[in-house]
Every structure is written in structure tokens, then in C-alpha cells.
């Protein structure tokens, strides 16, 4: 099992930063894929950005540039740099442990945090 406890949003003007960060317990976090999230009202969940466990990024098209995922597996922790804010990233955002084994995929998922980016 593993725990996810996400902080970090807020409200935020189009053009300003926020960064995000979650922080796992309950397993060793180093062997999960961490992953960002977000669901916006009306709309499905989405990946925003994906870490692996040594260090390999992908990012949702709409937030290459301005988003940057990392990780340090000391502090079990894993985070969103948020620049560039736009309107359209107001969601929810989850954040994500994943593994996949043999048999089956282990999937975890945060309590989520609110980001309002104003116009």
C-alpha cells in the first residue's frame, strides 16, 4: 500500500507559478512511476507529466514548457513545477503511483488539491 498526500495549490493569476508536491508513505517510493494528474469540472482525468523511477519525464503537449515534473526519492517525494499559469489549467490535480508487475499493475492515487489560475 501506498500513501499519497498532495500540497501545494492554490489560486494564482494566468502568467504565475505554483509548485505541487506529494509525498508518498507506505512503500518504497523509488520503484513507482510518479505521475501528475488533473480533472478540470465537466471533463475527464488526464495525464499532465510522468516521472520514472530513474528519472524519465513525459509531458501532456499542452504543458511541455511550462510544467516541469521531478523527483527525490530521499524525501519520498514528488513534484510540479507550475509556470506560465493559464486559465486552462484550473483542475483538480491528482497525484499518482504506479507499478506494474507480472500479474497486475499497483495504482494509487492522492486525495487531490485544487490549482485556480485567474484571468
Known amino acids: 500500500q501506498v500513501q499519497l498526500v498532495e500540497s501545494g495549490g492554490g489560486l494564482v493569476q494566468a502568467g504565475g507559478s505554483l509548485r505541487l508536491s506529494c509525498t508518498a508513505s507506505g512503500s518504497i517510493f523509488s520503484i513507482y512511476v510518479m505521475g501528475w494528474y488533473r480533472q478540470a469540472p465537466g471533463k475527464q482525468r488526464e495525464l499532465v507529466a510522468a516521472i520514472t523511477n530513474n528519472g524519465i519525464t513525459n509531458y501532456a503537449d499542452s504543458v511541455k514548457g511550462r510544467f516541469t515534473i521531478s523527483r527525490d526519492n530521499a524525501k519520498n517525494t514528488v513534484y510540479l513545477q507550475m509556470n506560465s499559469l493559464k486559465p486552462e489549467d484550473t483542475a483538480v490535480y491528482y497525484c499518482?503511483?504506479?507499478?506494474?508487475?507480472?500479474?497486475?499493475?499497483?495504482?494509487?492515487w492522492g486525495q487531490g488539491t485544487l490549482v485556480t489560475v485567474s484571468d
Open positions: 499518482n503511483a504506479n507499478r506494474k508487475l507480472i500479474f497486475r499493475t499497483e495504482n494509487y
